[in-house]
């Protein structure tokens, strides 16, 4: 069962994904730290991305918000986390990486 967090998770340590940043996309960190613990980042399941349009121009313009990771933990839990391409005006401008679910290992 899908448990929704919907909190801030920070990389740990300096290992991200450098064939992906390469590529324009992101680096998946190896490893986050949440609520005091770190956890190893096993596998990726799966990733996606999600577009918006730009509000309040004209044209229609779609734009890349943000990209999602489905992922294997090092605790045997599964986690969605998903990237902000640009931090909300309101938020801050260090908390990129969100935790959106995780998935308890049965």
Do not use: C, N
Request: glycine share 8%.
């Amino acid at each position: 069962m899908d448990e929704f967090v919907s909190e801030p998770v920070q990389p740990a340590g300096e290992s991200f994904d450098a064939a992906a940043m390469a590529r324009g996309e992101p680096g998946l960190p190896a490893s986050f730290q949440w609520r005091d613990e770190t956890y190893e980042v096993v596998s990726v399941v799966r990733q996606w991305k999600a577009t918006a349009a730009e509000g309040g121009r004209p044209g229609g313009e779609v734009y890349l918000r943000r990209h999602y990771y489905e992922i294997k933990m090092s605790d045997g839990s599964t986690w969605t986390v998903y990237i902000v391409r640009q931090t909300p005006k309101s938020g801050s401008p260090k908390a990129r990486w969100f935790l959106y679910t995780i998935t308890s290992q049965m």
